[in-house]
Each structure stands twice: as structure tokens, then as C-alpha cells.
């Protein structure tokens, strides 16, 4: 009964390979969100959709792609992994993005490692 | 613009003893202010928010935070530490649409037996 799951857990390649990071949750929400958090455990806010739409779209390289196949699914795709890319990064989801109150919910993280 | 600022990365406390984690926020509103705890490995946990409602805002695991807007602080404390409160602690702020949260650095909280 995960509220917020992210596969994999673990994610070790080569640069310039090209990666996928799933999202789901099953709490019902409107919204989804991906951050990155450096080796300095600073989080920073990537991307977030509210209901399939994009709504924050923060200074991101392309390479990264959010998709989100249905409101219960934010995937992450990463084109032409460099070193800098290696980080741990969190997907969360909150009841809907209007309301500055909402409490968001995080997975559990992906811990990407770039060689 | 909005941001937080927490003082001091890194927090050691005796096991019993009070926990004070500083956590500052600039904002140009009224600000929601929110508490997250990270033990090794996991993601973030709510601990507490602040949402105009009280300035003394009570959390899980015994924690709580009051919102001063005198001194733009959101304090975390805990009367008594324990041992199972050693994890990195964030303070954040949400602003804007799409509840854009701003995290501040992170405290490193370590608990002495």
C-alpha cells in the first residue's frame, strides 16, 4: 500500500547512455512533482504536472523529459547521462497545485550514479 | 523572492536533551512553511506545516514548530531527543502556483547516547 513508488530504486550506467525513472502513486492526486537532490542533499524542484499538464518547468536541460501517461504516473527520462547528472531523485505528488498548503508526499527516491 | 535559510548544517544533541532546529524564511506573502524529516536512505516525511491557522504548530514524533513573523522564523524543536530523531531535517517553503516548494539546505541532526 506504497502512496508514492519509484522503480528503480538503484540506477548505475555509463555516460551518454539514455535512462528511464518510473513514478507512480495511488493516493488519488492531481499533481506530481520530480526534484533532484545533490551530493549536498539540496532539493531542488525539476518539473511538476497537474493532471497530465505541465505546470513547472524549471532551468532543466532538455535531455531531461518528464511524460505522464495518466494523472497516477510522472516518468522521468534522461538523454545522454553526463557525470553531473548523478544525484538522488524524488518524486512526489500532492492533492492538487492550487493551494500553496498542500503537503506533498515523496517516494523513496532513486539514487542515479552516472560512471 | 521566496527562500529559506536554515542555520547550521549540522546539529549534535545528547540523547534527552532539547532538539532546536533554526529554520528563517523571506517571502514576500504570508508564507506556508512545512517540516520534513529524511532518515538514511528514504525519502521525506511531513512532519509539520504552518497554514495561518496557529503559530504553534504540533507535529508527529513529538515535534513542533512555532511561526514567528516578528523574526521570520519557523523553529523546530523536541523537547527530548531520542535516538531513533538522528536524520537530516529540511525546512520548506511553498509559494506560487503550482505549490513550488523552496527547501533550505538541511540540518544533519545527530543524536549522543
Known amino acids: 500500500d506504497t502512496a508514492v513508488s519509484q522503480t528503480p530504486k538503484y540506477l548505475v550506467t555509463q555516460m551518454g547512455n539514455d535512462k528511464s525513472i518510473k513514478c507512480e502513486q495511488n493516493l488519488g492526486h492531481d499533481t506530481m512533482y520530480w526534484y533532484k537532490q545533490d551530493s549536498k542533499k539540496f532539493l531542488k524542484i525539476m518539473f511538476s504536472y497537474n493532471n497530465k499538464e505541465l505546470i513547472i518547468n524549471e532551468t532543466v536541460p532538455n535531455r531531461f523529459s518528464p511524460k505522464s501517461p495518466d494523472k497516477a504516473h510522472l516518468n522521468l527520462h534522461i538523454n545522454s547521462l553526463e557525470l553531473g547528472d548523478s544525484a538522488v531523485y524524488f518524486c512526489?505528488?500532492?492533492?492538487?497545485?492550487?493551494?500553496?498548503?498542500?503537503?506533498?508526499?515523496f517516494g523513496p527516491g532513486t539514487r542515479l550514479l552516472v560512471l | 523572492a521566496q527562500s529559506v535559510t536554515q542555520l547550521g548544517s549540522h546539529v549534535s544533541v545528547s540523547e534527552g536533551a532539547l532538539v532546536l532546529l533554526r529554520c528563517n524564511y523571506s517571502?514576500?506573502?504570508?508564507?506556508?512553511l512545512f517540516w520534513y524529516v529524511q532518515y538514511p536512505n528514504q525519502g521525506l516525511q511531513l512532519l509539520l506545516k504552518?497554514?495561518?491557522?496557529?503559530?504553534l504548530v504540533k507535529g508527529i514524533n513529538g515535534f513542533e514548530a512555532e511561526f514567528k513573523k516578528s523574526e521570520t522564523s519557523f523553529h523546530l524543536t523536541k523537547p527530548s531527543a531520542h535516538m531513533s530523531d538522528a536524520a537530516e531535517y529540511f525546512c520548506a517553503v511553498s509559494v506560487g502556483a503550482g505549490n513550488q516548494f523552496y527547501f533550505g539546505t538541511g540540518t544533519s541532526l545527530t543524536v549522543i547516547p
Open positions: 517571502s514576500s506573502v504570508p508564507p506556508y
Open positions: 504552518y497554514t495561518s491557522a496557529a503559530t
Open positions: 512526489a505528488s500532492s492533492q492538487d497545485w492550487a493551494g500553496f498548503e498542500e503537503t506533498q508526499y
